[in-house]
């Protein structure tokens, strides 16, 4: 099992920036990719960006790249995602959540917080 618990969404201006932070815990998250998931209303789910949790290798949709930064601490076993240039099309409610992979298939996340609102107003 891996549990994980997101933090850090909120209401934010167009052009600004959100910190988003997930806390993994359990036997074998260490396996996984760790990933962050959105689904703005009415869309479905869209993959946003991955970690490799063993090594670190990360991956972003083409849609956040040089926006948007994925990473990891050891330390703390929490992943983050920094999002820079906010723009309002990225509202959405975000997920953390854990996949044996392959990372940009939605269907292999087995594991998923219960997800964090983002606001961006124009």
């Known amino acids: 099992q891996v549990q994980l618990v997101e933090s850090g969404g909120g209401l934010v201006q167009a052009g600004g920036s959100l910190r988003l932070s997930c806390a993994a815990s359990?036997?074998?998250?260490?396996?996984?990719?760790i990933g962050w998931i959105r689904q703005a209303p009415g869309k479905e789910r869209e993959f946003v960006a991955a970690?490799?949790?063993?090594?670190?290798?990360?991956l972003h949709a083409d849609s956040v790249k040089g926006r948007f930064t994925i990473s990891r601490d050891n330390t703390k076993n929490t992943v983050y995602l920094q999002m820079n240039s906010l723009k309002p099309e990225d509202t959405a409610v975000y997920y953390c959540?854990?996949?044996?992979?392959?990372?940009?298939?939605?269907?292999?996340?087995?594991?998923w917080g219960q997800g964090t609102q983002v606001t961006v107003s124009s």
């Open positions: 970690v490799r949790w063993s090594d670190g290798n990360t």
């Open positions: 359990g036997r074998a998250f260490s396996r996984y990719f």
């Open positions: 959540a854990a996949s044996p992979g392959p990372p940009t298939w939605l269907k292999s996340y087995s594991f």
